[in-house]
């Protein structure tokens, strides 16, 4: 080992501690701040002296406890505290013994897998199945701040949820998205906001192509788990004639190519027959024996289902799925999934 080696040794090493001492702290802090929470609701309800306080208590907490130097204790900050243990009340059902005297960090520390920062974000979500769902997501996808307000925000619980029954729902809050079958890849519509491209009717499918490219990243968030980026305009030929692809992906929980075409305008059935043929050509010529069929999406800016049922067969791998340039509201998509369970109960 030479001098070098040494030095990229020993900071590696700092670095690698100093991250986990950083997640030491941090899980500390949502304990505490959860235990905070129980002790000031435990005295409001069972408190000796708790009439004498009453509307005054956090004022006269923060005040006491800032004297004692006991940091991040204002006012605002007790009443997040006891919000997150109302949040979480069901921890102190999971923790063997009393909190008082003996509290059992060990097993509480084991209840939070996230930072203060995401537990603040989640307990502005009342639903408590969309609140467990994202948690779920954070911790399986690994999740920053920013990505979880950022699903939230382009309502991904509730995109996923059109095309899902009450039974896959209640599934979705405990598990998470879990991808076993083509459906399970798709939403509708797509969020494309991070591609900053502005609402008007002028830009081409290649600039739409090449902004996904610029921000292939964040689409790859977007498109959900599992997926790796194949290539852009995949050209295969026959016939003598040429094709390409827009956008090629695979998905690794699948085993399977996912074939991607953009189309700015309002889908026809020549779109849906052009991706037939490309995933009839994946099938045939490019996937190995031990590969699920391609599936193929036709992301779009208008659809009709009516034109997507007649032209494809029920059993068909292929999807249309429109995408959305800006963030929609919660109620767009409420109205989108109340329509949709009408359909179905039609």
Not at 122 to 146: C, D
Not at 168 to 185: C, F, M, N, T, Y
Request: net charge negative.
């Amino acid at each position: 080992m030479n001098l070098d080696n040494l030095v990229q040794t020993l900071t590696q090493t700092h670095q690698s501690l100093q991250r986990q001492a950083s997640r030491a702290v941090n899980y500390s802090l949502v304990v505490r701040n959860w235990l905070f929470g129980y002790y000031i609701v435990e005295f409001e309800q069972q408190g000796e002296d708790r009439a004498e306080y009453g509307s005054r208590l956090m004022k006269d907490l923060a005040q006491r406890l800032k004297l004692l130097g006991v940091p991040s204790c204002s006012v605002s900050n007790l009443r997040n505290f006891r919000q997150f243990y109302q949040t979480y009340p069901q921890i102190h059902q999971t923790v063997s013994g009393e909190l008082i005297p003996d509290i059992p960090l060990k097993q509480l520390s084991e209840q939070f897998q996230l930072s203060w920062s995401h537990y603040q974000t989640l307990m502005g979500i009342r639903n408590t199945k969309e609140r467990a769902f994202y948690e779920v997501e954070s911790v399986s996808n690994q999740w920053s701040v920013r990505e979880l307000k950022r699903q939230i925000n382009s309502a991904l619980f509730e995109r996923l949820s059109l095309s899902r029954d009450t039974d896959e729902i209640k599934r979705l809050s405990s598990k998470g998205q879990i991808i076993e079958a083509p459906r399970d890849v798709l939403k509708d519509p797509y969020v494309l906001e991070f591609l900053e491209l502005k609402q008007h009717p002028n830009y081409s499918e290649n600039e739409l192509e090449t902004a996904i490219i610029d921000k292939l990243e964040d689409f790859l968030l977007e498109l959900g788990k599992g997926f790796f980026f194949g290539g852009r305009q995949k050209r295969f030929s026959f016939a003598e004639d040429h094709f390409y692809v827009d956008l090629v992906f695979y998905n690794r929980l699948l085993r399977c190519y996912v074939l991607i075409d953009l189309k700015i305008g309002k889908l026809t059935h020549q779109d849906l027959g052009q991706m037939q043929m490309y995933v009839n050509y994946f099938d045939r010529y490019v996937k190995t024996e031990d590969e699920n069929p391609a599936i193929g999406i036709v992301l779009c800016k208008h659809k009709e289902d009516a034109l997507v049922e007649l032209t494809l067969p029920q059993d068909a791998n292929i999807f249309a799925s429109q995408y959305q340039l800006y963030l929609p509201s919660k109620e767009e998509l409420r109205q989108q999934i109340q329509a949709a369970a009408q359909e179905v109960g039609q």
